[in-house]
């Protein structure tokens, strides 16, 4: 784990610089929160921890598929 200390308004770059995936910036700090902007492509997937354990448990609670289905002209 990287852990670093940035001030409002300063940023990370996540990825190669010269193209990078995203950015992290501090929005604001107030007291003991603090508020992150994300800026990544909308295909990049962004979640709270919270979320993406909901997300996780919706799909283990899911049933699994196993095989496929083939029309009956490719069935030998």
Do not use: N, W
């Not at 295909?43 to 996780?56: D, P």
């Not at 609670?61 to 083939?70: C, S």
């Amino acid at each position: 784990m990287l852990v670093i200390t940035r001030r409002e308004g300063e940023e990370v770059i996540i990825g190669d610089p010269a193209s990078p995936i995203g950015v992290v910036r501090v929005a604001t700090i107030k007291g003991d929160r603090v508020r992150l902007a994300f800026e990544f492509p909308r295909e990049v997937a962004v979640h709270r921890r919270e979320v993406a354990e909901q997300i996780l448990a919706a799909e283990a609670a899911a049933p699994q598929i196993i095989g496929t289905i083939r029309p009956a002209s490719e069935a030998t």
